[in-house]
């Protein structure tokens, strides 16, 4: 398994650099970081008296690197989750916030779990993430990856601006979907006939 630092810049290198896109609810960000956070922590980094789309763009990597470790793995509880969880969930935070907690949660109650769907990782979210775990040892992880990749298409279903990142213009997987498909067996990502289809209603 890869330190919590190593999967924090796998996280940056992923993310790529500044990208400011009107069809991006997180607005101008840069090595993952939106310009929303940056603000929320007070980054003023040219010094002229507020945040905005050019102290993003002075966003240095390791910087980026240190915001998700402690904003969004440790902040978060992450590391109260069982490992096989943490990379996964990790990287669904930094791209989705405490939705990617919900995701889990939705997810732990279809296994039988008993949990509320808060977005939080507390006491309740730990130990039932950590008794479906034991209980199937080899499935969670493909588990919650099926599960983002889901909300990721359901996401797009809902908000036509979102859908270029779930489809490529050539209708191929977008980033969400390859993404998720990161943390999910090859066994279980979906061919490009399956992805076609899922995606057909959009055109």
């Known amino acids: 398994m890869n330190s919590v630092r190593s999967i924090a810049e796998e996280i940056v290198a992923r993310e790529g650099g500044f990208v400011n896109d009107p069809d991006d609810p997180g607005g101008a960000t840069n090595h993952g970081v939106t ?3 940056m603000r929320r922590l007070g980054l003023d980094l040219d010094g002229d008296g507020d945040t905005d ?7 240095p990597q390791a910087q980026a690197v240190q915001i998700f470790l402690d904003h969004y793995y440790t902040a978060p509880r992450i590391g109260l989750l069982p490992q096989a969880l943490r990379a996964s969930v990790f990287d669904m935070y930094v791209n989705a916030g405490g939705n990617a907690v919900k995701i889990l949660q939705r997810l732990l109650i279809q296994m039988g779990q008993d949990v509320a769907v808060d977005g939080v990782i507390g006491p309740q979210t730990a130990a039932a993430a950590e008794a479906a775990a034991r209980a199937a040892p080899d499935h969670i992880a493909d588990a919650y990856g099926i599960a983002r990749r889901n909300y990721y ?3 797009a279903d809902r908000r036509a601006a979102s859908r270029k990142y779930a489809r490529r213009r050539d209708g191929g997987k977008g980033g969400w979907i390859t993404r998720a498909e990161d943390f999910i067996t090859p ?5 490009a006939a399956q992805h076609a289809e899922r995606t057909a209603a959009w055109y």
Do not use: F, G, M, P
Request: no cysteine.
């Open 153 to 155: 298409y359901a996401l």
């Open 53 to 59: 789309a050019q102290d993003v763009r002075r966003l």
């Open 187 to 191: 066994r279980y990502h979906l061919t």
């Open 35 to 37: 310009i929303h956070t």
